[in-house]
């Protein structure tokens, strides 16, 4: 198990199957980054300078759209995550 | 549906058909980006260093000026949104 | 009606007719960016680190002086507005 | 009347007379920017993050030393002056 | 014994034997720097604006993934370690 | 009189006569800038974000040892003083 | 004597005869720059936005792992030492 520390989230990707209009399938290293994801832990808060901690915005299961290049790819148990911080997060899509 | 974080806004943004003096209709990649759009939905408002949240100045609906090149580009439901946080929104336009 | 967001105001500029020493008046390309405006809106003012927010030290009406290049221009029913937030402007002239 | 915001300070420059050992008098694009000046007016102070004005330590009529370079040149009834923040004036000389 | 200071802590990184797909055993200068390890010895917090301590959320025996490249390699009796700041700390692996 | 603003003091720098291993002395412009000096003035503190003001803890007469190249040289009745901030002394000479 | 201010400390550094692997002892321009060193004296601590200053968490005495490069080198009585922040020193060996 992974638990994230502070204002982190562990997210899996959603890739996207990418056909371009003329109708090719991309290889990987062509498509975009997915930017597209499901929270899949969140840690316990970012500590403010008054010393309280406030709870995520977000919880795991939600599915986000998070910006483009942010956090760190990491590879647990053979599958691949991204740890970001919740302000790399933009909306959660419902 | 989709909801956005924090500070927040997700906009539409208002196209102007684009017709220079000489009356030539200019082709999308001339055009300038839009800096007018109409914001859709809003987040629950930045937590400030005291703990205290503050609700957004803008509400679903707005008309607004934001910053150009300002946010962040997605496609929701093959929809083209901008979400951006609202210290890029100049003015509202009533 | 064009509302300003936060701590930004809603300037129209004063243009002065430029005129050089040796008496040929300058065309528009060559000419300074304007310094003075006179306020044409005021937002709500800024929301502090403790949530209380505060009021603006100018007011629409006043003629100004404010930084060179600050600020971001539009254009509202045709006409031209320079939206520039309070720190930018450096003296109220009177 | 010229009344500077915030922090502002307005400062009329003391020029002197510039002489080299040789005893050439330079012209104005060769001599260093004043460092000297005399305060003409103040603004009411900056306002901290807990909503507190902090009115300035400087006054009108005094002889102050100034970072070189610092603050912006304005042309008022054509007499120029420097606005500056009182945080680029190094001290009051008595 | 060694104490880190302030928010730091003590990281042994933990080295993977790194085989390439075509079963080639990487030389070290090769392989990629680790990116997990287990904490060792932990500061007595950060010092907040307010004054206050606050405590790591990690201990010495968690096992951990950081950031790449951060912290500073020391050697002490011989043994390499790896001293970082908890904001480094990605996650805590369980 | 000179009166320094804020947490700035003003220095008179300690020369020392500067002379190479091979007994050359060294003119002035080779010489390492000073990083000695006594204090001559010291400002009134500076101001904390709640209000407060902090005395400085150096005084008039103290023996500083300061960053090279910081501050501002300035001469007054033909004698040169550096004004630096308190943050760039290090520490007292006893 | 020497009195750091604030949160910096006077250090010692704690040279290594450096001998590489073929056993040759390095001349001292080649030699790594050492990260070990004994603390002279402390200053009395940082002020903190509210005013409370905050002693140090490091004392005279103590055998610490410092950032290397980090502070300023000055020579009292012909003797170097170090002055950095205690924020640059990364542990305590004991």
């Given at each position: 198990?992974?638990?994230?520390?502070?204002d982190r989230v562990v997210i899996e990707a959603l890739e996207k199957e990418e056909v371009t209009k003329s109708g090719i399938v991309l290889p990987d290293t062509v498509k975009e980054k997915p930017q597209?994801?499901?929270?899949v832990a969140?840690?316990?808060?970012?500590?403010?300078?008054?010393?309280?901690?406030?709870?995520?915005?977000?919880?795991?299961?939600d599915k986000v759209i998070f910006s483009k290049y942010a956090g760190t790819e990491v590879k647990i148990d053979g599958k691949e995550y991204l740890i970001l911080s919740e302000r790399d997060i933009l909306a959660i899509v419902e």
């Open positions: 198990m992974i638990k994230p520390l502070g597209e994801g499901k929270i969140v840690g316990t808060g970012k500590v403010l300078d008054n010393g309280q901690r406030i709870a995520l915005d977000v919880k795991a299961g």
